[in-house]
């Protein structure tokens, strides 16, 4: 089993800042894909950003493109989400996934992740 623990979340004025992270733990041995997702109050969730086990192959989805940069350090097993020029429509729930795949693959479909965080609070007032 693998765990992830989303941090980072919190309130900010529209055009701040924030970090995500995502720690993993337990049986992370082989190469798994990460991803972020987030679900807005009375909304579906949704696919943010998702990375490939080398870090190198990343994919955002159009909403976030320029203003969220997806990045993971494996030596830390830690995932991240650097979100700027936020907006008040950003605000969600935001949770990290991951799943076992080939180093180059970046997995983008809430169905093939089998690993689920918590989630984190991102709140932005406008």
């Known amino acids: 089993q693998v765990q992830l623990v989303e941090s980072g979340g919190g309130l900010v004025q529209a055009g701040g800042s924030l970090r995500l992270s995502c720690t993993t733990s337990?049986?992370?041995?082989?190469?798994?894909?990460m991803g972020w997702f987030r679900q807005a109050s009375g909304k579906e969730r949704e696919f943010v950003a998702g990375?490939?086990?080398?870090?190198?192959?990343?994919v955002t989805t159009d909403s976030v493109k320029g203003r969220f940069t997806i990045s993971r350090d494996n030596a830390l097993k830690t995932l991240y989400l650097e979100m700027s020029s936020l907006k008040p429509e950003d605000t969600a729930l935001y949770y990290c996934a991951a799943n076992a795949a080939d180093w180059n693959i970046v997995l983008k479909s809430q169905s093939q992740y089998n690993y689920w965080g918590q989630g984190t609070q991102v709140t932005v007032s406008s």
């Open positions: 337990g049986r992370t041995s082989g190469t798994y894909a």
């Open positions: 990375i490939s086990w080398d870090g190198h192959r990343t």
